[in-house]
């Protein structure tokens, strides 16, 4: 059994540092061979203005290792560290380490140790530095003054170079603190520490871009971000000056009284003047440089801004290494901004019931599906309620639905008081085959509800003719395949109209709940607008059957920005897909279908329990979509019906296809066998826009492994 690994991060500030960083690269990589963890090496290049991109892209090309974001601007050593803890904020642990090579990497192994000893932050204090007089004279009158005066347990040499725990990066990201220290803010986060002296080595390649004004820069604000020392100092000096005032005023008062003073006092008086001038200004260029800081956390700018990324995506999701099944997170990435623009819209609008954001999405909806008319309800299960209300079909009414599907949509013929005519499935696609259609018009059927299962597409121009031919209603389930094409359409134009769910993990996905009906009749859609507000009219007055299911504003201002990158996302499913096509036949997968676009990837392993205890101890994430055909959900059973039609039996009159009810359909022939022997196997394997190649990867080989097996 493989266990889990460790996830460890070095993230390294880049700037001027071209020459160093091959070196550097192979000295990480000695040093952290054999400490059995996940690494990263994370490295930010802070707009350097040499040729460090070039020779940190080809890093990333040899090493999937490497990652590498170029940031917009030259923001500063702490910004640059702060963007790249950002990037690898869900590793386990992060060390911190400077590009110059004055930092030993071999002292990794030592800070893993003392970490997995219960450590959260490993500081590694210089004891001595080789570094030119000047620069060593100002480095310890600093360290001594923020020792001294702002964090009085500061290792004496001070620190750069560190391991610190994810609780600890969680904190520094949480502080969002602009002017200000890394090193004070990992010792005012607390936590237990370690402390490992090190000699400072000289300098390899270039020079220091360290300045003597970005130093006292640092100094300045270091000291202004965690003391009041400078306050207090100025105070005082304001107390002693305002106390020579008032001393040299009784002496000019006795003096004037006595006759003392023969000449007036110029030089005197200039010289106390100038002396409480520079005070007053010293004064108000200290006070005025923690108004900056404050001004600089009252703007709303971003902290650092990624002009480029480079190597595989690290964005936030990852649970303890494991491969997710789904996460939103990674989902929403490229939305980010959008979303929270469209959530500040929605705030700011005064129709917060069936407003503008709702007709926007309703509108770019239809367009996409290319259908003239969408309504926006609560979630799927009702859009297939209100879609046979609408459709007119009567209360009583047998409705086929396929076996195996999600128990919503056998959930929503029961709620507009239809029955569900429960139908066998096609073997290899198990989708509902168009013959299912004239057995279910043989039993009486009013309506036929195809799922396109796992983003596959039914033979609809076929489901379509023979309903035509036979008169039934037809509503396509659309909830995994937004997106789908076949026969040179989008899924949900064939039927009279069709469902659409955007539950968060859907191809088209919100934050909550949300549906749509599309149609290509106005009737229905005018019917549909009334029916999700109680089946009231214009007026108010209820003319219609109807419910409460409308799509609120939120969810409709945030789908319209997830709609903006759909076909994207579904291209990023698609390509999942044909890398598990490739490499797992071995596992009988559902097969994808021209059009196709995956909302499930779906494998049938012989011992479907074992297989995912298999991936789960291998860090691999799975999924069952379905566990029982629904003719066997013991209420659904006893409310719905089970249409035979075995091999063996000849064509039958209408009326006349065997009809078991409820609970007593237990034997085979009596069932729905194909969809029940599927629901015994499906297992769904992790397929989702923004999952790592990495994730996927560690999918494959957790599947070959397990088909290896024998």
């Not at 540092?17 to 952290?32: C, G, K, M, Q, V």
């Not at 929503?412 to 073997?427: I, K, N, Q, S, Y």
């Not at 066997?632 to 006349?656: F, I, K, N, W």
Request: net charge neutral; hydrophobic share 45%.
């Amino acid at each position: 059994m493989r266990t889990i690994l460790k996830r460890l991060a070095v993230v390294v500030p880049v700037y001027g540092n071209e020459a160093s960083l091959p070196e550097l690269y192979e000295r990480i990589d000695a040093a952290t061979r054999g400490l059995d963890v996940e690494l990263t090496l994370q490295f930010v290049n802070d707009r350097s203005p040499d040729g460090s991109q070039a020779v940190l892209e080809s890093l990333a090309a040899r090493d999937p290792r490497v990652r590498v974001i170029l940031l917009s601007r030259n923001h500063g050593s702490f910004t640059a560290i702060a963007a790249g803890m950002a990037q690898v904020a869900t590793h386990d642990a992060v060390v911190i380490l400077s590009a110059d090579l004055q930092d030993p990497p071999e002292l990794i192994p030592e800070m893993v140790r003392r970490w997995r000893a219960g450590i959260p932050v490993v500081l590694c204090s210089r004891k001595d530095r080789d570094d030119p007089l000047a620069s060593r004279l100002f480095s310890r009158a600093f360290w001594w003054s923020f020792r001294r005066f702002a964090m009085p347990d500061m290792p004496p040499g001070g620190f750069d170079f560190c391991l610190i725990d994810r609780r600890v990066v969680r904190v520094i990201l949480e502080s969002s603190e602009k002017k200000t220290s890394l090193v004070g803010l990992i010792l005012w986060a607390g936590f237990e520490r370690s402390v490992i002296p090190y000699e400072r080595a000289a300098r390899k390649h270039g020079r220091s871009m360290w300045s003597m004004g970005r130093k006292l820069a640092y100094a300045f604000h270091s000291l202004v971000a965690f003391s009041s020392l400078p306050m207090k100092l100025f105070a005082g000096l304001g107390l002693v000056v305002g106390a020579a005032g008032v001393l040299m005023a009784f002496y000019v008062l006795l003096a004037n009284l006595f006759g003392w003073i023969t000449v007036p006092g110029w030089s005197a008086l200039m010289l106390m003047q100038t002396v409480i001038l520079a005070t007053v200004l010293l004064g108000f260029g200290v006070l005025g440089g923690y108004l900056w800081i404050n001004l600089e956390q009252t703007r709303r700018r971003p902290l650092f801004i990624v002009d480029k990324t480079v190597g595989q995506d690290l964005a936030p999701g990852d649970r303890d290494g494991r491969v997710d099944f789904f996460s939103l997170e990674r989902v929403s990435a490229p939305a980010r901004h959008g979303l929270r623009e469209a959530a500040h819209r929605a705030l700011a609008s005064r129709r917060i019931i069936l407003g503008p954001e709702v007709e926007r999405f309703e509108r770019a909806f239809a367009r996409y599906v290319g259908a003239p008319h969408a309504v926006g309800v609560a979630n799927g299960t009702d859009s297939i309620t209100l879609a046979l209300w609408a459709l007119g079909v009567e209360p009583g009414s047998l409705v086929a639905v396929p076996a195996l599907t999600a128990p919503p949509t056998a959930v929503a013929v029961l709620r507009a008081g239809c029955v569900p005519l429960f139908m066998d499935v096609d073997p290899q696609t198990l989708l509902l085959p168009a013959s299912a259609v004239a057995r279910a018009a043989a039993l009486g059927a009013k309506a036929v509800v195809p799922v396109h299962l796992y983003g596959n597409l039914c033979d609809m121009p076929a489901i379509r003719a023979e309903a035509d031919r036979l008169g039934l209603v037809v509503i396509e389930d659309c909830a995994q395949s937004t997106g789908s094409e076949a026969f040179g359409r989008h899924c949900g134009t064939w039927g009279h109209a069709a469902s659409f769910s955007f539950y968060p993990t859907k191809n088209l996905g919100t934050y909550g709940d949300g549906g749509a009906v599309v149609t290509a009749d106005p009737g229905v859609a005018q019917r549909l607008v009334s029916m999700r507000f109680y089946g009231q009219d214009a007026s108010g007055v209820c003319v219609l059957p109807g419910m409460n299911s409308r799509l609120d504003e939120m969810q409709a201002a945030l789908l319209t920005e997830r709609l903006a990158c759909l076909d994207e996302h579904n291209a990023r499913r698609v390509a999942v897909a044909a890398r598990y096509d490739q490499a797992l036949s071995a596992l009988d997968p559902v097969p994808g279908q021209p059009g196709r676009v995956p909302h499930l990837y779906v494998v049938r392993p012989d011992e479907r329990a074992e297989f995912r205890r298999f991936l789960s101890e291998r860090g691999v994430d799975t999924g069952v979509h379905y566990s029982q055909a629904l003719n066997r959900h013991p209420y659904l059973a006893a409310q719905g019906r089970v249409a035979q039609a075995p091999e063996s039996q000849a064509p039958a009159a209408p009326g006349t296809v065997a009809v078991a009810h409820g609970p007593d359909a237990r034997s085979a022939d009596a069932g729905c066998p194909t969809a029940e022997a599927a629901a015994a196997r499906v297992t769904s394997l992790p397929c989702y826009p923004g999952i790592p190649e990495a994730h996927v990867e560690r999918v494959v080989e957790a599947c070959r492994e397990w088909a290896a097996r024998g």
